[in-house]
């Protein structure tokens, strides 16, 4: 028996910190033909508790580039944080702003760094592509990404996506004889798709309300600029001269 | 557990802690509120704890959760400002920077799966603007009106909405005193970690003023009134 080992008895199991929470929550981007918007709603939460009534999840992070991040608030800031400073390194480095494509790829590559212990984050980047297109490119925690022309996210995404299926992709819906679907929707069209989409997730869903963001970003000299005249609550928030211009409007939404 | 794996990296949990800190913008700037215990778990072990800290010259502190992890934070945020105060660069830290800093230290430690087990508040006046957000051991922060951590979360935090939200800019002093004093009580009556013992901070563009212990008043006459639970038969 001398070399018989002792065996560790169990001791009384510890409570374990969790170093995550979800904070509730939606985000959304469509793309357009020549324009994207990205959009979240402004409530923070955490379980039946409302932690504020405004706190923002979506970001712009350049004149073409606007980045929606959804889940553990706190992962979200810090992620946000990071990105904006490559981006700041970047322009230093080559004196323009970094490409909607390369960011897309780099925020692949910052969300994979971290793939042993991640951000608790789902990322939707929206904005405009160096040919001039509208772009939406969703990730998920550790850094698969694709480039869609919808997405939703978050706490309500089962609610939004499929209306988003079925009023962006038509699917489900045969058009009438002899017509077909447009090829891609007015900005008008997507805005309402938008505020109808965080109304309706708003009364369906308890982590879901009290403010509504969204950002349109418009490729150079886009005749979108249109639809945009008799908008309600809008403020221009661009940086640079003749290029892509970002735009953000603000709504209310229920607050209980 | 050895002692030296508790300090490694070996997550803990709170040991003293303190129960809910209030606070709400008014008029002049913020106010805080905290009362002055430090529970030992159900014992009530510490019955004149000081859970509002001031911070420089524009800023408190409120903390909840761990006192011994909150006095770490005192201490090494005694250390920055002194630290900024011998810069001598015409800059001070303000309640945003204060917050800021407290922030990273909190996610960073959450990140080494050590954290600070705390939830505090951070209010402040500083340039004619008031400030106040929260941050917490999981590092998550934000910012509101009027903020409570805790049970003050699920018991004071409706009453302070209900009395502040849209009247921020024209509630006085006296009228903030009363809602704080209103919402103290609620907590003392329902939370079994809380004291009728506590402390108000103001910061306004007069400086930091935190008030001596004030003691809350309660009528405890209704409890024989009770029926269906407790000691009585009938």
């Known amino acids: 028996m001398a070399d018989m080992v002792s065996i560790p008895h169990s001791q009384p199991q510890q409570h374990q910190f969790n170093p995550y929470t979800e904070n509730g929550g939606t985000i959304l981007a469509i793309a357009g033909a020549d324009f994207s918007v990205i959009a979240g709603d402004t409530r923070q939460s955490e379980g039946y508790s409302i932690q504020t009534r405004y706190a923002p999840k979506v970001f712009r992070l350049t004149d073409k580039a606007v980045l929606a991040v959804n889940g553990f ?17 970047y322009r230093h480095a080559h004196a323009k702003d970094m490409p909607i494509r390369a960011i897309a790829r780099l925020i692949q590559t910052m969300l994979y760094s971290r793939r042993f212990f991640p951000y608790y984050v789902y990322n939707i980047l929206g904005g405009i592509e160096e040919d001039g297109t509208g772009a939406v490119y969703s990730f998920d925690p550790v850094g698969s990404y694709e480039r869609e022309a919808c997405r939703a996210a978050g706490a309500a995404q089962s609610l939004v996506q499929p209306f988003l299926d079925n009023q962006i992709y038509f699917k489900n819906q045969t058009p009438a004889p002899g017509t077909s679907f447009p090829g891609h929707l007015s900005l008008s069209t997507v805005l309402s798709l938008v505020i109808d989409s965080f109304t309706s997730a708003t009364e369906r ?29 809008m403020s221009e928030l661009t940086a640079t001269e003749d290029g892509e211009r970002v735009f953000v409007v603000r709504r209310d939404l229920k607050k209980d | 557990m050895s002692i030296a794996a508790q300090t490694d990296s070996c997550p803990r949990q709170p040991i003293v802690t303190g129960t809910s800190v209030l606070a709400l913008k008014y008029k002049d700037g913020v106010m805080m509120a905290a009362d002055n215990l430090a529970s030992y778990g159900s014992l009530a072990r510490f019955k004149d704890i000081q859970r509002l800290h001031p911070v420089g010259k524009y800023t408190v502190i409120g903390a909840g959760g761990d006192m011994s992890d909150f006095q770490y934070i005192q201490k090494f945020l005694e250390q920055l400002i002194i630290e900024e105060f011998t810069s001598q660069d015409g800059h001070d830290l303000g309640p945003a920077q204060i917050h800021e800093y407290l922030s990273q230290v909190m996610y960073s430690r959450r990140s080494k799966i050590n954290p600070l087990w705390n939830s505090l508040l951070v209010g402040g006046f500083k340039d004619g603007k008031s400030f106040l957000s929260y941050v917490d051991l999981l590092g998550t922060t934000y910012s509101a009106t009027t903020l409570a951590t805790g049970f003050g979360a699920y018991l004071a935090q409706p009453i302070l909405r209900k009395e502040v939200e849209g009247r921020e800019n024209e509630l006085t002093e006296e009228e903030a005193i009363r ?35 004030r003691h809350l008043s309660t009528t405890w006459s209704f409890a024989e009134g009770i029926r269906g639970y407790g000691a009585q038969t009938q």
Request: aromatic letters at 8%; glycine letters at 6%; proline letters at 1%.
């Open chain 1, 73 to 89: 608030a706190a992962d979200g800031n810090m992620f946000v944080k990071k990105v904006r400073q490559r981006l700041e390194w």
């Open chain 1, 205 to 233: 869903h308890i982590e879901v309300g009290d403010g509504l963001e969204m950002y349109i970003v418009l490729a150079k000299n886009s005749p979108s600029i249109q639809s945009l005249r008799d908008i309600r609550g």
């Open chain 2, 179 to 213: 809602i704080m004093e209103s919402c103290m009580k609620v907590l003392y009556y329902r939370d079994a970690r809380s004291l009728d013992k506590y402390q108000l901070a103001v910061i306004t563009a007069d400086g930091v003023k935190i008030s001596e212990s």
